[in-house]
T-cell receptor, first 115, second 122 residues
Framework: DTGVSQDPRHKITKRGQNVTFRCDPISEHNRLYWYRQTLGQGPEFLTYFQNEAQLEKSRLLSDRFSAERPKGSFSTLEIQRTEQGDSAMYLC?????????????FGQGTRLTVV | AQKVTQAQTEISVVEKEDVTLDCVYETRDTTYYLFWYKQPPSGELVFLIRRNSFDEQNEISGRYSWNFQKSTSSFNFTITASQVVDSAVYFCALSDSRIANAGGTSYGKLTFGQGTILTVHP
């Protein structure tokens, strides 16, 4: 297994456009997380999937954001009507574990620039 | 609410010096996990250590060591004999131990500190 994979690595879009990012977690990892990281800050939690169920969404995730994880495998994060404030690195992480998760493995992220 | 504070924004050392990165956390949970991650210039977060709140023994892994003190809510990270390759941003993180569902699985999401930029000069 090559780890968590994210696509694309970089995305430049015009304000108002929709964008979609993809995350392929480590196979058999039941937990999947999306985080957002802006310059000089630590990653901030966006949403959490356990298998295909989205169990938590951060207040950072406005109505313009939607995430899915069909069949509990890969996940997509879509941002509609992008705004300049959406410019950030979007990180995906996966982990396994029952009551307690094992360490989370992170992808290399998708850097979004909204112009 | 959970909170992680890394008071040191940037640290600059010369190669072979020892350096300690501070981490202070806040949580109401009695059981939790603490983590350290390294983020090199390539951007990918690299896992370094995971520590259970019930295990206060210090841990050493090569040039890395961690000092967990529950009494002061601190989880500090020391690099001995630093090297240029240690230059990166280091994040301390705290896991969410709330139970997410009837199966007893915790959310496990991480609350990160703001990070400490470590620069090791040759």
């Amino acid at each position: 297994d090559t780890g968590v994979s994210q696509d694309p690595r970089h995305k430049i879009t015009k304000r108002g456009q929709n964008v979609t990012f993809r995350c392929d977690p480590i196979s058999e990892h039941n937990r999947l997380y999306w985080y957002r990281q802006t310059l000089g800050q630590g990653p901030e939690f966006l949403t959490y999937f356990q298998n295909e169920a989205q169990l938590e969404k951060s207040r950072l995730l406005s109505d313009r954001f939607s995430a899915e994880r069909p069949k509990g495998s890969f996940s997509t994060l879509e941002i509609q009507r992008t705004e300049q404030g959406d410019s950030a690195m979007y990180l995906c992480a996966s982990s396994s574990g029952g009551q307690w998760p094992t360490e989370a493995f992170f992808g290399q992220g998708t850097r979004l620039t909204v112009v | 609410a959970q909170k992680v504070t890394q008071a040191q924004t940037e640290i600059s050392v010369v190669e072979k010096e020892d350096v300690t990165l501070d981490c202070v956390y806040e949580t109401r949970d009695t059981t939790y996990y603490l983590f350290w991650y390294k983020q090199p210039p390539s951007g990918e977060l690299v896992f370094l250590i995971r520590r259970n709140s019930f295990d206060e023994q210090n841990e050493i892994s090569g040039r890395y060591s961690w000092n967990f003190q529950k009494s002061t809510s601190s989880f500090n990270f020391t690099i001995t004999a630093s090297q240029v390759v240690d230059s990166a941003v280091y994040f301390c993180a705290l896991s969410d131990s709330r139970i997410a569902n009837a199966g007893g699985t915790s959310y496990g999401k991480l609350t990160f500190g703001q990070g400490t930029i470590l620069t090791v000069h040759p």
